[in-house]
């Protein structure tokens, strides 16, 4: 899948309170003692940053953490209105799986109704042949002990995916070095951990089954690339653990072929089940059935769980409140269907309109723009127009509502209701893993070159970055050009490599690439001249495709805005002109203010410039902002080695 250029650096960002919406320009965050022309970053922001500090739980706060912030209060909100009110077909199974996280007494009573179901056949297992019906009988319950079921990479095949290791890695297993070492104690005390609340009484020993017959699988695993199976070859590469079987029992067996990834691990297994005594089959299943469920019972289980596997393995923390883990845990398992009521709250069809209405906009900029290109030759232009016309935005809007009608749940037994969704999802609706269309519930923003698409999901188009009534000055300056931003990688020399149907086809010529890098190296110079990290200056070099999509957004998202607004004498607001309020907003979109580890991070490794050198980087490129300040050249914001641009006739088109 292609990588996602993502614009908004949300991964990075925590929550703020401070959400004031970008259409309400706020004059105490300005500091118009400084001039714009001598530093529109400081003239627009610098209020803001004097009196927001970095909030003590992050690392950093701008625009875009208020916006994850808003967005993660939307979900909460959504919620809370769910489990009080029900008033849809879909609310009923996500207000009784949110209530099953919320009782102790009942995930612990859920523990032992669970546990007394499953543990029993471990008990009579008594012989080698047992351990491949054990493994379906398992798998069918909606533990995936072995195996795990999802899409695979065409409509009509099913994608298999090894899981016999607790670890993530068979490297862990494999390497010999002291960290690694380390870590394989640390997994051997977890085990040791969760056995004896599964009927262990021997823990030492029974980890020590467990890291054997892991280790084993590990040894033999190669990570080859996924292979392609028929069902009949499926059946005949491993005869013991009948994958076919397990296939027909969760009603999976209308797929034409078969992905399997991991076969390696599963011919390991099917080795090991003519080797291994039932004891040690019988402690690794113990274990597995622990670990598996381990996240959705009660505390004995749960945090021994969230320390090693969350915080040791993936650096992550657990929910802190009881309303967290209910939300987390209702979009882990019915995400498709939280994320639709999402949509129908805070994404109507009205608002979908409004960002289709602006993506269509800044479209037809350089729409406008291409024929004048005049790097490019006539047939390139015609290449690249084909390519515009085709290029869709992707609103992560689902084709149709998901049904629950046929799910059952209970609000008794959250462990009860994973299960019950595991075994309910590969028949109905083509759901197989955890998660869904959860893309939907957090922005995100990004040019999908390999899909010839612009990813906006739903989360993006929400305050304090998007308010459909905002004017045009707002609308273009912040979202649209951020938006721009995104469309102009489709066609620099990234989205050159990539035709209208995204297939790695090159549509440039030589000589147009020349030209374009020659055009555009006045801005490795410019930005280098930044200041970085101590005494080092920005990487220019490194940092230019994200510039270059800077200002090509910038360009495109101004002909948007002059023609939307043609007036440019309408009455000011905040002693400031339209034109002017466009420039403003584009700067108030990258205000920050951060720690100086996670500025040293960035300056070490981010593709992106700092915050602030986004904001004025492209200024001295764009006439309109002189003119709209009156700004006279050898200002500092008109500074560069000298002017580049790239779709030139956007001011044009706008006039």
């Known amino acids: 899948m292609a990588a996602i250029r993502l614009t908004l650096l ?3 960002t925590l929550a703020s309170s401070q959400t004031d919406a970008l259409e309400k320009l706020d004059p105490r965050d300005f500091a118009t003692e400084v001039a714009a022309c001598t530093d529109l970053y400081q003239f627009a922001n610098g209020g803001w940053l004097k009196n927001t500090p970095v ?29 009080r009110e029900p008033t849809d077909p879909l609310d009923t199974p996500i207000a009784l799986l949110a209530r099953s996280t919320l009782d ?30 054990l493994l379906r009988a398992y798998q069918e319950r909606g533990i995936p002990v072995l195996v795990r079921f999802s899409a695979g990479s065409k409509k009509d095949v099913l994608r298999i995916t090894a899981q016999p290791l607790g670890l993530p890695d068979p490297a862990f297993y494999t390497r010999q070095d002291a960290p690694t070492r380390e870590w394989l104690g640390r997994y051997r005390a977890y085990i040791e951990s969760l056995l004896p609340l599964v009927g262990s009484t021997d823990p030492a020993s029974d980890s020590a089954w467990v890291i054997d017959l892991e280790s084993r699988v590990a040894a033999a695993a190669t990570a080859p690339a996924p292979e392609t199976l028929s069902l009949r070859d499926l059946e005949r590469r491993f005869p013991l653990l ?49 670990h598996l469920l381990a996240p959705y019972l009660d505390a004995p289980f749960r945090e021994p769980y969230e320390r090693f596997v969350r915080r040791g393995l993936h650096g992550s923390e657990p929910p802190a409140t009881a309303e967290d883990r209910a939300l987390e845990i209702v979009e882990l398992w019915l995400g498709d269907a939280f994320a639709q009521r999402y949509i129908d709250t805070y994404f109507d069809a009205a608002r979908q309109e409004a960002a289709r209405t602006l993506f269509g906009e800044l479209r037809e900029s350089l729409a406008l723009a291409i024929p004048a290109q005049t790097r490019w030759s006539e047939e390139t232009r015609e290449t690249a127009l084909a390519k515009l016309k085709a290029l869709e935005l992707d609103l992560r809007i689902p084709g149709q509502r998901p049904d629950l009608a046929s799910l059952t749940l209970d609000a008794g037994t959250l462990v009860g209701n994973v299960l019950a969704i595991n075994r309910w999802q590969p028949r109905h609706g083509g759901g197989f893993l955890p998660g869904g269309q959860t893309d939907a519930l ?32 707002v609308r273009y300056g912040g979202i649209g050009a951020l938006l721009a931003h995104e469309l102009a990688h489709g066609f620099d020399l990234g989205g050159a490599s990539f035709n209208a ?17 020659s055009a555009t190296q006045p801005l490795v110079a410019q930005y280098s001249a930044y200041p970085g990290l101590g005494e080092r200056p920005l990487d220019g070099a490194r940092l230019l495709p994200e510039n270059v999509a800077d200002l090509a957004g910038l360009e495109l998202a101004w002909a948007a805005f002059r023609r939307a607004q043609a007036d440019l004498s309408v009455p000011a607001q905040h002693a400031l002109t339209p034109a002017q309020r466009f420039f403003v907003t584009w700067a108030s979109l990258w205000r920050e203010n951060a720690s100086e580890d996670a500025r040293r991070a960035e300056l070490l490794h981010a593709a992106q410039a700092p915050a602030r050198y986004r904001a004025i980087g492209p200024l001295p490129h764009l006439p309109g902002f002189a003119e709209a300040f009156g700004c006279k050249p050898g200002q500092p914001m008109l500074q560069a080695p000298s002017r580049v641009q790239l779709w030139a006739a956007t001011e044009d088109a706008a006039q």
């Open 10 to 12: 949300l991964a990075a």
């Open 55 to 83: 909030p003590a739980d992050a690392s950093r706060i701008n625009r875009f953490s208020e916006l994850k912030s808003a967005v993660r209060g939307q979900r909460i909100a959504l919620l809370q209105a769910i489990m």
């Open 104 to 133: 102790e007494n009942l995930l612990r009573a859920a523990r032992d109704t669970t546990l007394a179901a499953l543990l029993p056949a471990l008990q009579g297992f008594e012989h080698r042949d047992q351990v491949p019906e």
């Open 242 to 290: 009948d994958l076919r079987k397990l296939i027909r029992a969760k009603g999976l067996d209308g797929y034409r072929s078969i992905e399997l990834a991991g076969a390696d691990q599963l011919l390991a297994v099917e080795r090991l089940v003519k080797e291994l005594h039932p004891v040690q089959w019988r402690a690794w299943l113990r274990f597995r059935l622990a």
């Open 442 to 473: 957090r922005p995100q923003l990004g040019y999908l070159r390999e899909q010839n698409r612009l990813l906006a999901s739903p989360g993006l188009w929400q305050a304090p970055l998007f308010d459909p009534a905002a004017e045009p000055a």
């Open 501 to 517: 149907k995204g297939a790695p086809v090159a549509w440039w010529e030589e000589a147009e690439r020349a030209a374009w890098i």
